[in-house]
């Protein structure tokens, strides 16, 4: 596709930022990126994680500017899209209804976590969202399922909107209950069944 290009993206470095403008939308061809928004606070709030193959900085397609900053987890490289390129593309190919499935998808898993926000304890939030970890990026084994994603205390804490206290406190009991557990490199494995167990018996 003309204009297309591969860009490599150092850890900790940003894609693009909030409030800029960037008319290209974006695909991971190897490593992982966070979506984050800041709050007029200050708070940072994770919205997503994307991983091999999945297409992020869809807004571009509507010609505004950011509302996220997108950041690399990892060493990445990316598929830059010009957004023009990428809006004729999809109509030449009848894809339209793919894209508004695609972001119909995300609406309403961003939907879930925001009437998860605003109506669970934190502790419950922080059990939410490791489920949700696993099951969209998770491995399963025989040991438990394997996030293979190093998250840190300061991203959950951005996920679940609490401190990294808290957090930290939160995920010592899952450890102790055995509900989760943690490599050295931050790896987190997740033990669904327990998990699930735990979260049913705290929401009824």
């Not at 409030?19 to 190897?30: M, S």
């Not at 997503?48 to 996220?68: C, N, P, W």
């Not at 491995?139 to 609490?162: H, K």
Request: hydrophobic share 40%; proline share 2%.
């Amino acid at each position: 596709m003309p204009g297309t290009s591969l860009i490599e993206v150092s850890r900790n470095s940003h894609v693009y930022r909030c409030g800029t403008r960037d008319d290209h939308v974006y695909v991971v061809e190897r490593g992982q990126v966070k979506t984050q928004m800041v709050a007029a606070s200050g708070k940072r709030c994770l919205l997503s994680v994307h991983v091999m193959g999945d297409m992020f900085g869809e807004i571009a397609l509507l010609g505004q500017g950011r509302l996220e900053s997108a950041i690399a987890l990892t060493r990445t490289v990316l598929l830059r899209i010009p957004a023009v390129r990428a809006a004729a593309v999809l109509a030449a190919e009848g894809s339209g209804d793919l894209l508004a499935r695609h972001l119909g998808n995300r609406l309403r898993h961003q939907q879930q976590v925001v009437a998860e926000m605003v109506t669970l304890p934190s502790e419950l939030r922080l059990a939410y969202r490791l489920l949700d970890l696993a099951e969209r990026f998770g491995l399963r084994g025989p040991a438990g399922t394997r996030v293979d994603i190093a998250f840190t205390q300061e991203d959950l804490s951005e996920m679940v909107g609490t401190t990294r206290t808290r957090i930290g406190q939160f995920l010592k009991r899952f450890r102790e209950l055995e509900l989760v557990e943690f490599t050295p490199r931050s790896h987190l494995t997740v033990h669904e069944e327990r998990l699930s167990s735990w979260v049913s018996r705290h929401t009824h």
